[in-house]
């Protein structure tokens, strides 16, 4: 235990269990002496203030700068697109530059800027260039070392044709890896 020598409590009370039969002062194999510890409480109120006066003091630095300051889509304001009063009105008017923008031009990026491979060299974007395939296909686990793709083929061909097997190997011993892909040619297989 911790015992301060200001608290008025040193060396005060009763002892009990096995310091019962200690002389009177501090044991150094139990106790030890520590210097106090105050502790000031600081109210809600005087909390929310400095908050407050940190925001204004961000907010004012922020303005200085010119960057980072949240500006309305819509009319340029210093406010959230969102909470925009104009967005009745002017909105619509908005709306009709999107889609007069949309007709098909790839947007105009800086340059260093990252390009998606799927519009590289002038490539129009489109859903075909990446194509899930839509072959059902299980994971098998839980394989032997020594399982071959022929293993497998023998194994699940009897539930219908087979048109692909993946059989997961270590790159450099060729070991399988434990588990492999099985891809039937319909669903019903």
Same mark, same amino acid.
């Given at each position: 235990? +911790?015992?301060?020598?200001?608290?008025?409590?040193?060396?005060?009370?009763?002892? #009990?269990?096995?310091?019962?039969?200690?002389?009177?002062?501090?044991?150094? =194999?139990?106790?030890?002496?520590? !210097?106090?510890?105050?502790?000031?409480?600081?109210?809600? /109120? !005087?909390?929310?203030?400095?908050?407050?006066?940190?925001? =204004?003091?961000?907010?004012?630095?922020?303005?200085?700068?010119?960057?980072?300051?949240?500006? @309305?889509?819509? @009319?340029?304001?210093?406010?959230?697109?969102?909470? @925009?009063?104009?967005?009745?009105?002017?909105?619509?008017?908005?709306?009709?530059?999107?889609?007069?923008?949309?007709?098909?031009?790839?947007?105009?990026?800086?340059?260093? $800027?990252?390009?998606?491979?799927?519009?590289?060299?002038?490539?129009? $974007?489109?859903?075909?260039?990446?194509?899930?395939?839509?072959?059902?296909?299980?994971?098998?686990?839980?394989? =032997?070392?020594?399982?071959?793709?022929? !293993?497998?083929? !023998?194994?699940?061909?009897? #539930?219908?044709? +087979?048109?692909?097997?993946?059989?997961?190997?270590? /790159?450099?011993?060729?070991?399988?890896?434990? #588990?492999?892909?099985?891809?039937?040619?319909?669903?019903?297989?």
């Amino acid at each position: 235990a +911790v015992v301060s020598t200001q608290s008025g409590h040193y060396g005060r009370g009763k002892k #009990f269990g096995q310091c019962a039969t200690d002389p009177p002062g501090i044991n150094p =194999a139990n106790c030890m002496v520590g !210097d106090g510890v105050f502790l000031t409480l600081a109210t809600k /109120k !005087d909390q929310e203030e400095k908050k407050e006066d940190g925001l =204004a003091e961000k907010m004012t630095k922020l303005k200085s700068s010119g960057q980072g300051m949240v500006v @309305c889509r819509i @009319c340029k304001g210093p406010h959230w697109t969102k909470q @925009c009063p104009y967005k009745d009105t002017l909105g619509v008017a908005l709306d009709v530059q999107q889609d007069e923008a949309s007709t098909g031009k790839p947007p105009t990026r800086a340059p260093g $800027a990252y390009v998606p491979p799927s519009i590289r060299k002038g490539e129009v $974007a489109n859903d075909t260039t990446r194509q899930r395939d839509e072959n059902p296909t299980i994971r098998v686990s839980n394989l =032997a070392e020594e399982t071959s793709e022929k !293993d497998l083929q !023998d194994l699940f061909k009897p #539930f219908g044709p +087979v048109s692909r097997i993946y059989l997961a190997k270590d /790159k450099n011993t060729g070991i399988s890896k434990g #588990f492999a892909y099985i891809t039937y040619n319909r669903r019903e297989s």
